[in-house]
């Protein structure tokens, strides 16, 4: 079964100390690994897509890699406005009518304090 | 550009009572979802459609839950009768085909409280 899952559930940094949010994946052939950031009261907002092994995406002060069973999102110097839920999807390879469906993970939720 | 526009954006009713969400995908997107976000769950696709035909359905909890999509630029999901476990917050979102790595983009959710 295709799943998803992220850790730490919740992440409380200081600004400026640097960190890492794990997502470890199983998925029958992965099309495509993505990252998500999720405000209160907001749907997420798209991040990053990852094809394959040893591939890495920036954007600001964020980071992503994938190995071929996670995901990192290295989150450097962080400061108080990345404080968000950030999610992870997987898009799953199988065939059907299912195929190309996002499966996502529960999200860790991070808080930067100054 | 105008993102994907939901509808209501809070929802509060009492059980039994028919509810209709409403979203406007963004315009030229070909897929549309919808999902419903909780915290024991995360989020969950409900159902999906192309071309205004829905897809896949294999996510819809039970027969009180339908959806719509009359035309390119609009969708409903409706849930008749309502139960206090449908409370939740659901999500729209549509992408420009579904091929690798094509993102989805989402709205921003209508909060549904059942009581």
């Known amino acids: 079964e295709d799943q998803v899952t992220q850790s730490p559930e919740a992440l409380r940094l200081q600004e400026g100390e640097s960190s890492s949010l794990n997502c470890s994946y199983t998925?029958?052939?992965?099309?495509?690994l993505f990252w998500y950031r999720q405000d209160p009261g907001k749907g997420p907002e798209f991040l990053f897509t990852l094809y394959s092994a040893g591939e890495e995406k920036e954007k600001e002060r964020l980071k992503a890699t994938l190995t071929k069973k996670e995901s990192f999102l290295h989150i450097t110097a962080p400061k108080p406005e990345d404080s968000a839920t950030y999610l992870c999807?997987?898009?799953?390879?199988?065939?059907?009518?299912?195929?190309?469906?996002?499966?996502f993970g529960k999200g860790t939720k991070l808080s930067v304090k100054p | 550009d105008a993102g994907v526009i939901q509808s209501p954006r809070h929802e509060v009713t009492e059980m039994g009572q028919e509810v209709t969400l409403r979203c406007k995908p963004i315009?030229?997107?070909?897929?549309l979802f919808w999902y419903r976000q909780t915290m024991m769950r995360g989020l969950e696709l409900l159902i999906y459609?192309?071309?205004?035909?829905?897809?896949?359905d294999s996510g819809m909890p039970e027969d009180r839950f339908s959806a719509k999509m009359p035309n390119a630029s609009f969708s409903t999901l409706k849930i008749q009768p309502s139960e206090p476990r449908d409370s939740a917050v659901y999500f729209c979102?549509?992408?420009?085909?579904?091929?690798?790595?094509?993102?989805?983009?989402f709205g921003d959710g209508t909060r549904l409280s059942i009581l």
């Open positions: 999807a997987v898009q799953a390879g199988n065939y059907g009518g299912s195929q190309g469906n996002l499966i």
């Open positions: 998925v029958s052939g992965l099309r495509g």
């Open positions: 979102a549509s992408s420009l085909g579904k091929g690798k790595g094509q993102p989805q983009h």
């Open positions: 459609f192309n071309n205004n035909v829905p897809i896949d």
């Open positions: 315009s030229g997107h070909d897929y």
